[in-house]
């Protein structure tokens, strides 16, 4: 809650007066269409931000709903929506491919862009016997990650770590694997079997940034069309999963409760190696 100020106004909280400064900076410049979307998507994500902290003193950090229900989400995401991954509403298209990995009981995940660790962690809760790697090049990353894995009682069995490249993926040999990739493009380079065989004996859950990397969902699609089986996933909102006081908000708040800030279509690819 924002505290009284003089007059019995609420003083503004200080991600209002960062949004506000900003917005205020992107006013000064030429009136244009890209201005007016840039100004747009500023408001959303306050709004979203203020959304989130509302969800987590209604009801809690303990996600309520979707694969990783009763996992305490009790950090801040390390990029893109709060929100949505406090209904358990996050990347609602990729639940049956959790499940899926759930019921196949790799030994071995990997998690390439792991950041705050919602999967990583998520999956471990799930998936007792499982080694989890959690990777990712962003220190405050690896913080948070360890910070979540220790507050879902999984600190032991979340090995969180920076860079993963191309030899490392010879761990996939010698053992049933998953990997999971979001590492906004760089799946362009580091998903190579040429370069890193060891992606041919694992199955593979990426997310592709088609937005700025046109053509690369084709790409990949094709670069291991022989080795695996491949499904494209699109996005699609979880209504079903908004708490039942959202009945009490305007339209645009239902929404932006679901919105993970994405920019533009980001498509993924669950490859699984053929037998």
Same mark, same amino acid.
Request: aromatic share 6%; charged share 25%; net charge negative.
């Given at each position: 809650m924002a505290a009284k100020g003089r007059g019995g106004m609420a003083e503004p909280t200080e991600l209002t007066r960062r949004a506000m400064a900003e917005l205020q900076g992107l006013a000064q410049g030429p009136a244009s269409p890209e201005g007016l979307n840039r100004a747009l998507r500023l408001l959303a994500k306050w709004r979203s931000q203020i959304l989130a902290n509302t969800v987590a003193h209604r009801g809690g950090t303990r996600l309520p709903s979707g694969p990783f229900a009763g996992m305490d989400y009790a950090v801040r995401a390390a990029e893109g929506a709060r929100a949505a991954r406090l209904l358990g509403a996050y990347e609602a298209c990729l639940d049956p491919v959790i499940e899926t990995i759930v019921a196949r009981a790799y030994p071995l995940v990997i998690d390439i862009g792991c950041a705050e660790g919602f999967y990583a962690v998520g999956l471990a809760r799930r998936m007792a016997q499982s080694r989890i790697l959690a990777r990712d090049?962003?220190?405050?990353?690896?913080?948070?990650?360890?910070?979540?894995?220790?507050?879902?009682?999984?600190?032991?069995?979340?090995?969180?770590?920076?860079?993963?490249?191309?030899?490392?993926?010879?761990?996939?040999?010698?053992?049933?694997?998953?990997?999971?990739?979001?590492?906004?493009?760089?799946?362009?380079?580091?998903?190579?079997?040429?370069?890193?065989?060891? #992606?041919?004996?694992?199955?593979? $859950?990426? &997310?592709?940034?088609?937005? =700025?990397? !046109?053509? *690369?969902?084709?790409?990949?699609?094709?670069?291991?069309?022989?080795?695996?089986?491949?499904?494209?996933?699109?996005?699609?909102?979880?209504?079903?999963?908004?708490?039942?006081?959202?009945?009490?908000?305007?339209? #645009?708040?239902?929404?932006?409760? $679901?919105? &993970?800030?994405?920019?533009? =279509?980001? !498509?993924? *690819?669950?490859m699984e190696r053929r037998a």
């Open positions: 090049i962003a220190p405050r990353a690896q913080s948070l990650c360890r910070d979540l894995a220790a507050a879902n009682g999984v600190a032991d069995r979340v090995e969180v770590g920076g860079v993963f490249g191309h030899g490392d993926f010879a761990l996939a040999l010698g053992q049933p694997t998953v990997i999971l990739c979001d590492i906004e493009g760089g799946e362009a380079e580091l998903l190579d079997p040429m370069a890193a065989p060891g #992606l041919l004996a694992a199955d593979i $859950l990426v &997310e592709v940034h088609e937005g =700025p990397h !046109p053509g *690369l969902t084709d790409r990949l699609t094709a670069r291991f069309a022989a080795s695996h089986r491949v499904t494209r996933i699109d996005r699609r909102l979880a209504v079903d999963r908004l708490p039942d006081w959202a009945e009490s908000l305007s339209d #645009l708040d239902r929404l932006l409760l $679901l919105w &993970e800030w994405r920019a533009a =279509p980001t !498509p993924w *690819l669950w």
